[in-house]
């Protein structure tokens, strides 16, 4: 598995915006659906997000749709995740995951990732 580096997490009140990146040195990386997922302190880890290999189609955890946008950067080697209208309960460490499979539509569940980061740590206070 290819570790994936998270970047852009960090302390914010509620109500502010936190934009993430992940980047994927791998020159196919463009081929493979992406996704993001968080765990908070004694949770399990959860979906937050998805998108498929060319970008044209998303899906979104019920408690971010309309808050959270994910989609490629600049560069198709990386994903971003921007983050508005934070709340307390978004806290927690953000993964970036990279599908097993080229070509995908994206996925709501972690075992079709084969590839994750260390994570990125969001704060949010109230």
């Known amino acids: 598995q290819v570790q994936l580096v998270e970047s852009g997490g960090g302390l914010v009140q509620a109500g502010g915006s936190l934009r993430l990146s992940c980047a994927a040195p791998e020159r196919t990386s463009n081929v493979y659906a992406m996704g993001w997922f968080r765990q908070a302190p004694g949770k399990a880890r959860e979906f937050v997000a998805t998108?498929?290999?060319?970008?044209?189609?998303?899906d979104y955890a019920d408690s971010v749709k309309g808050r959270f946008t994910i989609s490629r950067g600049n560069g198709k080697n990386t994903v971003v995740l921007q983050m508005n209208s934070l709340k307390p309960e978004d806290t927690a460490v953000y993964y970036c995951a990279k599908a097993r499979y080229a070509y995908g539509s994206g996925s709501t569940t972690a075992g079709d990732f084969g590839s994750w980061g260390r994570g990125t740590q969001v704060t949010v206070s109230s």
């Open positions: 998108i498929n290999w060319n970008g044209g189609t998303t």
